[in-house]
Nanobody, 122 residues
Framework: QVNLVESGGGSVRAGGSLRLACAAS????????MNWYRQAPGKPRELVAS???????RYGESVKGRFTVSRDNAKYTSSLQMNDLKPEDTAIYYC????????????????WGQGTQVTVSS
């Protein structure tokens, strides 16, 4: 089982920046891709960014050029640097991990953090 805790959320004005962090514990060797999702009331859950175990990154179209995701495998953490924030970025941001196919990694296929609120005002 992988346990995830997000931090770094808060309230900022449009154009500002925030850096979110996700700390993993438990069966950390079984983590494959680390992802960031977000969800606002009345809107579908959206993939914001992902980073694979080898460092390959992928971003949602709406955040390309503004957000940067990274991970530190030694510290079992992932960070999401968010720049030029816009009101439409307001949402709860969730850390998520996919399970590796490594022998012995037979826990849940996905793990989720509790989420951290990001609010961007005009």
């Amino acid at each position: 089982q992988v346990n995830l805790v997000e931090s770094g959320g808060g309230s900022v004005r449009a154009g500002g920046s925030l850096r979110l962090a996700c700390a993993a514990s438990g069966d950390t060797i079984c983590i494959s891709t680390m992802n960031w999702y977000r969800q606002a009331p009345g809107k579908p859950r959206e993939l914001v960014a992902s980073v694979s175990s080898d460092g390959t990154t992928r971003y949602g179209e709406s955040v390309k050029g503004r957000f940067t995701v990274s991970r530190d495998n030694a510290k079992y953490t992932s960070s999401l640097q968010m720049n030029d924030l816009k009101p439409e970025d307001t949402a709860i941001y969730y850390c998520n991990t996919n399970r590796a196919t490594t022998v012995g990694c037979d826990g849940p296929h996905n793990s989720w953090g509790q989420g951290t609120q990001v609010t961007v005002s005009s």
